[in-house]
Nanobody, 123 residues
């Protein structure tokens, strides 16, 4: 059973930075891509960033392009999201996800999900 555990969330002032981590365990297959999504209460979950494990191709939502960086450490089975120049609008629960088949911005292509970590950006 694949388990994804996010960490690194917290409270930060606008303009600050946080780095989220997503550690995977129990995987018996090669993951194709990992992604970060976020959800604010009362809103739909939205795509943030994704990375393909082979080759490292990345995709970002327009709202975070230039501020957030997604990366992965193959040896540690861990995906990171470096978040810079944070804004109050970035406040949400951040979820990591893994896909066995697709690098996508759509959540239906992701097979495994973590439980999320809260990020709160104060103004």
């Amino acid at each position: 059973q694949v388990q994804l555990v996010e960490s690194g969330g917290g409270l930060v002032q606008a303009g600050g930075s946080l780095r989220l981590s997503c550690a995977a365990s129990g995987r018996t297959f090669s993951v194709y891509a990992s992604a970060w999504f976020r959800q604010d209460p009362g809103k739909r979950r939205e795509f943030v960033a994704a990375i393909r494990w082979s080759g490292g191709r990345t995709v970002y939502a327009d709202s975070v392009q230039g501020r957030f960086i997604i990366s992965r450490d193959n040896a540690k089975n861990t995906v990171y999201l470096q978040m810079n120049s944070l804004k109050p609008d970035d406040t949400a629960v951040y979820y990591c996800a893994e896909s066995r088949s697709m690098l996508s911005t759509l959540e239906q292509w992701y097979d495994y999900w973590g439980r999320g970590t809260q990020v709160t950006v104060s103004s």
